[in-house]
């Protein structure tokens, strides 16, 4: 079941369409996390890399993500890119908390660096990611010039943001960074058209919630965001015997300019359905065409 790759932006990276978001392997202790096991982790983690998934995001705010990396996966650097972000504030395994404040200072992003690099025992990270920052948070701390440094020592090889409306648009116009990571799904498209202009601009897509955390009830996605699958009549779009959250993925994957979206799972058999969807990939240009346009006219509209 081979996956398609997407060129990452100006990185050169050949990427995965579909990659894997490791917050799913945080643990119970933040952000409402399920519980996870040492056994679980190893599985999951693994079986990314076994159906080809060559990109995995990460945090160092994400509970055990990043250690579980190193413990699983590092004998296996060489065969995935690995994404994190820094900008966070230290998050124990012992600890229980739905907050994690952010600091944007030089001193704390290379604590985030260098305990990153040990957690996940690696010498480099390819994509080191400031994680969800304002544009006056990024003037205040010169923080472009903190992620230059860190690509200079050689332990990041390209710098990227985490980001959002309003902020990306005046990054964009900036051009330092090489990658953005960026919230979009059919239910959520406020981000349609800043992803083609950051694309535009050179740099590389990553997705965030592209399956809007999966159908109520199956996976754990909101009822009102939800809602508006239904409004907007896509059930009559799904091929026969395919998911919603199936048709949205494919939906994702159709939009020209994302080049890999992370989806995170625990679940094995959610990851072998995921490769499936992907396998079959992006929607015919009649039915995407035809599903934006019943968007739009459910009040789902790119800004």
Same mark, same amino acid.
């Given at each position: 079941?081979?996956?398609?790759?997407?060129?990452?932006?100006?990185?050169?990276? #050949?990427?995965?369409?579909?990659?894997?978001?490791?917050?799913?392997? %945080?643990?119970?202790?933040?952000?409402?996390?399920?519980?996870?096991?040492?056994?679980?982790?190893?599985?999951?983690?693994?079986?990314?890399?076994?159906?080809?998934?060559?990109?995995?995001?990460?945090?160092?705010?994400?509970?055990?993500?990043?250690?579980?990396?190193?413990?699983?996966?590092?004998?296996?650097?060489?065969?995935?890119?690995?994404?994190?972000?820094?900008?966070?504030?230290?998050?124990?395994?012992?600890? +229980?908390?739905? #907050?994690?404040?952010?600091?944007?200072?030089?001193?704390?992003?290379?604590?985030?660096?260098?305990?990153? $690099? #040990? %957690?996940?025992?690696?010498?480099?990270?390819?994509?080191?990611?400031?994680?969800?920052?304002?544009?006056?948070?990024? *003037?205040?701390?010169?923080?472009?010039?903190?992620?230059? *440094?860190?690509? @200079?020592?050689?332990?990041?090889?390209?710098?990227?943001?985490?980001?959002?409306?309003? +902020?990306?648009?005046?990054?964009?116009?900036?051009?330092?960074?090489?990658?953005?990571?960026?919230?979009?799904?059919?239910?959520?498209?406020?981000? *349609?058209?800043?992803?083609?202009?950051?694309?535009?601009?050179? @740099?590389?897509?990553?997705? %965030?919630?592209?399956?809007? %955390?999966?159908?109520?009830?199956?996976?754990?996605?909101?009822?009102?965001?939800?809602?508006?699958?239904?409004?907007?009549?896509?059930?009559? $779009?799904?091929?026969?015997?395919?998911?919603?959250?199936?048709?949205?993925?494919?939906?994702?994957?159709? +939009?020209?300019?994302?080049?890999?979206?992370?989806?995170?799972?625990?679940?094995?058999? +959610? $990851?072998?359905?995921?490769?499936?969807?992907?396998?079959?990939?992006?929607?015919?240009?009649?039915?995407?065409? #035809?599903?934006?346009?019943? $968007?739009?006219? @459910?009040?789902?509209?790119?800004?």
């Amino acid at each position: 079941m081979a996956l398609t790759t997407k060129t990452l932006g100006r990185t050169g990276l #050949e990427v995965t369409q579909l990659g894997y978001g490791a917050m799913e392997v %945080r643990g119970s202790r933040i952000w409402g996390g399920r519980p996870v096991t040492e056994n679980q982790a190893n599985t999951i983690l693994n079986a990314v890399l076994d159906a080809g998934i060559n990109f995995v995001d990460t945090a160092n705010d994400y509970g055990r993500s990043e250690e579980f990396i190193g413990k699983f996966l590092s004998h296996r650097r060489s065969e995935f890119y690995l994404a994190t972000k820094c900008g966070c504030t230290v998050v124990h395994k012992d600890e +229980h908390t739905d #907050e994690t404040p952010h600091v944007w200072t030089r001193e704390n992003l290379f604590r985030g660096l260098h305990e990153s $690099l #040990e %957690r996940m025992k690696t010498d480099y990270v390819d994509i080191m990611q400031l994680h969800n920052p304002s544009v006056e948070q990024v *003037e205040q701390g010169d923080l472009v010039a903190v992620l230059q *440094e860190m690509k @200079a020592q050689g332990k990041v090889r390209w710098i990227g943001c985490s980001s959002t409306l309003p +902020h990306i648009t005046t990054y964009i116009g900036w051009g330092v960074f090489d990658t953005y990571q960026i919230p979009y799904s059919g239910l959520e498209r406020q981000h *349609e058209n800043v992803i083609s202009a950051a694309a535009k601009a050179g @740099a590389g897509i990553i997705d %965030r919630g592209g399956v809007a %955390r999966g159908e109520p009830g199956v996976g754990l996605g909101n009822q009102d965001r939800w809602a508006k699958f239904e409004a907007g009549k896509l059930d009559e $779009l799904r091929e026969e015997g395919e998911s919603r959250s199936g048709f949205l993925l494919r939906f994702l994957l159709s +939009h020209p300019d994302i080049h890999t979206t992370i989806v995170g799972t625990l679940i094995p058999e +959610h $990851l072998t359905e995921n490769m499936a969807v992907a396998a079959r990939g992006p929607l015919s240009a009649e039915v995407y065409a #035809e599903a934006k346009q019943r $968007l739009d006219a @459910a009040g789902e509209t790119p800004a």
